[in-house]
């Protein structure tokens, strides 16, 4: 039972894709709405990603500089473990799943609660590919946003990292920039991209997912928003593991 429920959910949520990324009825108003997804999700998360970076930086510098203590290895390491582990792993990682309980729960709110209020129903009446209209420009827009916030955060976590280990005394300024400037590798750049767009793309077409096809009242609709979080959550740490197993 568990298996058939499962298939019926995931062959509904490949159908609600299909029909999200179908052409266009008007270009012009599925451009004024993906603006203002952009503006949502980059703008309105601009703040906690980067609180959250300069915290995941200036731990990552504090952990290591206490590991490396008393050993040979040398205290630029510092630098270039922080460059490394936020460009890879952190950033991208951290950064999309706070972006699941903020912009992820947000969305399956949004069209839930449309759904709910039959505004949806409405837009169909009318011959609104609703599914597209209100899932496409979501997508459209995080791919877009979160790798531009993802970059900014691991930017942010060196900067951290630096704040945590120079002024605290840890290690000089020349040992951490030597550390941040050694054995740079241009093809994790390219990996935390993959991870961030892969990452867009599952939080939001999962929330909005779990928003679209809610039934019931206000009780039904905060569990699709938990469910939106948790779901996006496990696929995300699923997504990583599967691209750190064939990239790295």
Avoid: W
């Avoid at 991208?92 to 449309?114: W, Y």
């Avoid at 916030?149 to 280990?165: D, E, K, Q, T």
């Amino acid at each position: 039972m568990i298996v058939i429920n499962f298939l019926k959910e995931l062959g509904r949520y490949f159908i609600m894709l299909g029909t999200a990324f179908s052409r266009p009825e008007k270009f012009s108003m599925y451009y004024r709405e993906t603006m203002r997804q952009m503006n949502d999700i980059g703008v309105g998360s601009l703040i906690i990603v980067c609180v959250i970076a300069v915290f995941i930086g200036a731990v990552t510098a504090v952990q290591f500089a206490y590991q490396l203590e008393g050993n040979l290895i040398p205290m630029y390491y510092i630098g270039y473990i922080v460059r490394d582990s936020t460009i890879i792993e952190l950033a991208p990682t951290i950064t999309c799943l706070v972006l699941a309980g903020k912009v992820g729960s947000n969305i399956a709110a949004e069209i839930g609660g449309m759904r709910q209020k039959e505004h949806i129903d409405a837009m169909e009446i009318m011959g609104v590919n609703t599914a597209a209209y209100l899932i496409m420009p979501k997508v459209i827009a995080a791919l877009v946003v979160i790798p531009m916030l993802v970059a900014l955060a691991a930017f942010v976590s060196v900067i951290g990292g630096y704040l945590a280990a120079v002024p605290g005394g840890l290690m000089s300024h020349s040992d951490y920039v030597l550390g941040v400037r050694s054995f740079f590798v241009e093809r994790n750049i390219t990996i935390m991209f993959i991870k961030a767009a892969v990452f867009a793309f599952i939080l939001t077409s999962v929330s909005s997912y779990q928003g679209y096809y809610v039934q019931g009242g206000s009780i039904e609709l905060g569990k699709a928003s938990t469910n939106a979080v948790v779901f996006s959550d496990i696929l995300i740490l699923l997504a990583d593991y599967l691209i750190a197993v064939l990239l790295t």
